[in-house]
């Protein structure tokens, strides 16, 4: 597999490397390649176990952080007496 | 459809009476303004801050602010946006007032790559391991802090777009910075933190 990638990214044009992918990677989370970009992204994938990896790692980690920061730390009500010193402190000003 | 339509001009009409209220120093408008919309700003404030004392400080910061600023308030944005972002503003300067000490660098792990552009330093922990460490609760609280301890410009792009998901418009008016700044420090945060998961 390693050479068919390596042939195809030297011989066919507009075929991605691995370091386009990087360059790539931002891009193509957030949904803003091209139709085409978007294509030869997948391409890549398909023929690259290294960058489906990386790939799938740096969807994870997004997930992960966002799901972690939610469930973590359940949000409670204000305490009242929160509510009370914020309320006094419009008073005071 | 109707009634969701409905719902929402009445919730906005509610929105639209409170902010008369409130410009008139309507005593009970401010109550309402506190206990209605405390509980998500603290949300938000907690999601950024290391502890509930910070949280709690955040809060009282924030309504300072809210009860200076309220008779500026223009409604070009919906009153819980406005909120939202003077939360995200005080928690970011309490976070500057800590001055954490943040040594990780994205350099630590930088990608390499051969003649042929192919990549010569991969991990071989994948998705799913990442997903089985996840399962585990203290794991959570673990990662929790490896976002805090990202170097501020990361960790903050990070808090606004993919957890806060804000857009990047208003990440940007957030952080005083442009908006491909807050692309280019996004992708650096999020390849950052991928690279501290699977270390």
Redesign the interface.
């Known amino acids: 597999m390693l050479m068919i990638k390596r042939l195809m990214t030297q011989y066919v044009p507009g075929m991605l490397t691995c370091k386009d992918v990087d360059s790539f990677l931002y891009d193509f989370h957030e949904g803003q390649l091209s139709i085409a970009e978007n294509l030869k992204f997948k391409l890549h994938l398909s023929m690259c176990r290294e960058c489906k990896t990386y790939v799938q790692g740096y969807k994870n980690a997004i997930r992960i952080s966002k799901e972690g920061v939610k469930t973590a730390e359940p949000i409670e009500k204000v305490p009242e007496e929160l509510v009370q010193i914020i309320l006094k402190s419009r008073i005071k000003k | 459809m109707e009634k969701i339509k409905s719902n929402s001009m009445l919730a906005q009409d509610q929105e639209n009476h409170l902010i008369d209220k409130l410009l008139v120093n309507d005593n009970k408008a401010?109550?309402r303004l506190?206990?209605n919309y405390?509980?998500k700003m603290?949300?938000v404030a907690?999601?950024f801050l290391h502890n509930d004392d910070d949280a709690?400080e955040c809060?009282?910061k924030t309504?300072?602010q809210v009860?200076?600023k309220i008779h500026t308030f223009r409604r070009d944005a919906s009153l819980s946006t406005w909120l939202h972002r003077i939360t995200v503003n005080c928690a970011l300067m309490i976070l500057r007032a800590q001055k954490k000490q943040r040594t990780i660098s994205l350099e630590d792990f930088s990608?390499h790559?051969n003649e042929?552009?192919?990549?010569t330093t991969?991990?071989?922990?994948?998705?799913n391991n990442?997903?089985q460490i996840?399962e585990r609760?203290e794991?959570?609280?673990v990662?929790?802090e490896m976002?805090r301890t990202l170097p501020e410009k990361y960790c903050n792009v990070?808090q606004l777009r993919?957890?806060q998901e804000l857009s990047t418009k208003d990440t940007a008016e957030i952080l005083e910075i442009s908006e491909a700044s807050v692309?280019t420090q996004?992708?650096r945060g999020?390849?950052l933190?991928?690279a501290i998961?699977?270390i």
């Open positions: 401010f109550d506190v206990r405390s509980s603290y949300a907690r999601s709690q809060l009282q309504f300072v009860f200076i990608q790559y042929y552009g192919e990549r991969f991990s071989d922990n994948s998705g990442l997903e996840f609760q794991t959570k609280t990662i929790n976002i990070i993919d957890i692309k996004l992708h999020r390849l933190l991928k998961l699977e």
